[in-house]
Structures are given as structure tokens and as C-alpha cells.
């Protein structure tokens, strides 16, 4: 008896499996966007947190070369670091400043002080040698969305506390 051949089924198995790497394919392309976007993310937090070490940092060298650097501000103002290239120095500025997509900003505090010397948030009397800086950076992500990081610290008049 001759053997019957199932004409057709051979196209049917190749559109299954065309179908199955196609289908492989995009899932592969969409996890690879996804690790893309969380590395470049990861990148940024990074660099942000960098920036807010750096201007950390850049506090207490103010400070050390003199407590006005720091004391002379304007609680509530939002300042920006500007580093002069000419004379390697770091300043405080009310001029925007952006340091590639990121833009750092610094607000200083006064800082109340209760008959224990403990810090209060209220009904304290004000330690002129002690100042709260927060420190923030934004930037606009990518993707579109915006993202801070925000550092807060104390600072006194003395490098020794």
C-alpha cells in the first residue's frame, strides 16, 4: 500500500516556529529595554549622590576657611554651588547652576536649641553656631520623569563638632 504523505504540514510546523522566534524576539528586545532603563536610572542616583557628597564637602571647606562663608546666608534662600575655575574656589550663588542635566540646590536654617542644649524644631532660642543645610539634587530623567535627592546635615561654626 503506498505511504500517504501529509502534504502542507511541513509550511504549518515552519509558521509555528516563525511564530515562536518572533514571539522570543520581542520579549528578548523588551527585557533588554527594560536593563537599559534601570542601569541608566541606577547611573543617575549615582551621580546624584555623588553631587551631594560633593556639595557636603564643599560646606565644610567653606566653613574651615571662614563661618561667614556660611553664616552670612539667607535662611529660606535656595542657593547654587559655583566652583571659579580661574581661582580653584567654591562660592554659594543665587544664579542657577547646572552641572551636566543635574541642578543642585542649597537652603540653610536656623537652628533652635532648648535649655538642654538639644536641638527643637520650635520654642528653642536660636545657636548661632550651629546651621541646618539641606542639600537637593534634581535633574529630568531620560524618560521624562524628575527625580530628587535630598541630603540634610547640621553644620557648626566649629570643625572640631
Known amino acids: 500500500m503506498p505511504k500517504k504523505t501529509q502534504k502542507g504540514f511541513f509550511l ?9 522566534i518572533g514571539t522570543s524576539l520581542v520579549l528578548m528586545l523588551a527585557v533588554i529595554s527594560n536593563v537599559v532603563d534601570i542601569s541608566h536610572r541606577a547611573l543617575e542616583k549615582t551621580q546624584a549622590s555623588y553631587l551631594l557628597e560633593e556639595g557636603g564637602e564643599v560646606a565644610k571647606v567653606l566653613r574651615n576657611q571662614a ?4 553664616s552670612n546666608l539667607t ?3 535656595t542657593y547654587y554651588m559655583h566652583w571659579d575655575n580661574t581661582g580653584k574656589t567654591w562660592s554659594y550663588t543665587t544664579t542657577a547652576e547646572k552641572v551636566g542635566v543635574f541642578t ?6 536656623s537652628v533652635q536649641r532648648n535649655a538642654n542644649a538639644d536641638i527643637v524644631s520650635s520654642g528653642g532660642s536660636v545657636d548661632s553656631g550651629t546651621l541646618q543645610m539641606t542639600i537637593s539634587v534634581s535633574w529630568q530623567s531620560a524618560n521624562g520623569t524628575s527625580a530628587t535627592e ?3 546635615f547640621y553644620i557648626t561654626s566649629s570643625p572640631n563638632i
Open 75 to 77: 535662611p529660606g534662600t
Open 104 to 109: 543642585r540646590t542649597i537652603v540653610i536654617s
Open 67 to 70: 563661618w561667614s562663608n556660611i
Open 12 to 20: 504549518i510546523e515552519a509558521i509555528v516556529a516563525s511564530a515562536i
Open 150 to 152: 535630598t541630603m540634610p
